[in-house]
């Protein structure tokens, strides 16, 4: 099971991370939700870039 979490987690983060979305907050999602974590990101659509804290 622990194994699963930690999968899903990683997944997770690397789909948010392509999808300009928090990769934290994604991955800690993805090892509580597991597998509807990963569908929810999943279905997201892509963010516009402008999140809070990324600004030059």
Do not use: H, Q, Y
């Not at 699963?4 to 997770?12: L, P, Y």
Request: include cysteine; charge should be positive; hydrophobic fraction near 55%.
């Amino acid at each position: 099971m622990l194994i699963i979490s930690v999968a899903c987690a990683f997944g997770c983060a690397k789909i948010a991370e392509r999808k300009n979305r928090g990769v934290g907050l994604w991955g800690v999602l993805g090892f509580v939700l597991g597998l509807i974590g990963l569908v929810i990101v999943a279905v997201l659509p892509a963010a516009d870039g402008k999140r809070a804290g990324n600004t030059p």
